[in-house]
């Protein structure tokens, strides 16, 4: 399992400490995800509904590139950086 870094975007960062990047481990986006919110449990309400699926207007990248349609199954490395980012609506 690698050491996998976050950047949070800044509407995120006041539930992590006001951190920009956070250090987690997993293999894949979700778990990584997951290690973020026992770390920092208000998290979870920001990013997974009550099911427990990643809200629909979120989109990891891992190192640059979108990681949809896989997102939560995609697999990731040591060293790798993940991005979340956040897709307003409207019209």
């Not at 990047?21 to 208000?42: A, D, M, Q, R, S």
């Not at 998290?43 to 509904?49: A, R, V």
């Amino acid at each position: 399992m690698g050491i996998i870094k976050i950047k949070l975007p800044s509407y995120m960062r006041s539930f992590a400490n006001n951190t920009e990047v956070v250090e987690v481990n997993g293999n894949t986006i979700g778990e990584c995800l997951n290690h973020l919110v026992k770390k920092f449990p208000g998290m979870k309400k920001q990013l997974f509904s009550k099911t427990g699926s990643l809200f629909e207007n979120i989109i990891i990248s891992v190192n640059g590139e979108s990681a949809y349609p896989e997102q939560l199954a995609k697999p990731v490395k040591d060293g790798d950086e993940l991005n979340i980012v956040f897709i307003v609506g409207g019209g």
